[in-house]
Nanobody, 128 residues
Framework: QVQLVESGGGLVQPGGSLRLSCAASGLTLDYYAMSWFRQAPGKEREGVSCISNSDGTTYYADSVKGRFTISRDNAKNTVYLHLDSLIPEDTAVYYC?????????????????????WGQGTQVTVSS
């Protein structure tokens, strides 16, 4: 049984930082591109970032570029999202997701494609 379990969310003041983790079980991350999405109340789900499985190339939404950093540790079967310089507009439930990606392929259309697995989400609230 495949599971993606997010953790690390919480309440943080504007300008603060958080590190989200996504621990995978039942699958081998080496074969999957991994992404983070978020959904704020009353808004559409938004692709935040993606990291490929072959060379670790990263992709970011314009809204988070320069503030968020995605990384992966395949040995630990875990993906991370480091959130810096947080603003109230970053408040949302953050989800990790995985899709099977052939080695040396590019995760084209990562923000809108169909994913194989999703986590349950972790709440991030940015407020003073």
């Amino acid at each position: 049984q495949v599971q993606l379990v997010e953790s690390g969310g919480g309440l943080v003041q504007p300008g603060g930082s958080l590190r989200l983790s996504c621990a995978a079980s039942g699958l081998t991350l080496d074969y999957y591109a991994m992404s983070w999405f978020r959904q704020a109340p009353g808004k559409e789900r938004e692709g935040v970032s993606c990291i490929s499985n072959s060379d670790g190339t990263t992709y970011y939404a314009d809204s988070v570029k320069g503030r968020f950093t995605i990384s992966r540790d395949n040995a630990k079967n875990t993906v991370y999202l480091h959130l810096d310089s947080l603003i109230p507009e970053d408040t949302a439930v953050y989800y990790c997701a995985a899709f099977l990606l052939p080695y040396r392929s590019f995760p084209t259309g990562w923000a809108s494609r169909t994913y194989d697995y999703w986590g349950q989400g972790t709440q991030v609230t940015v407020s003073s």
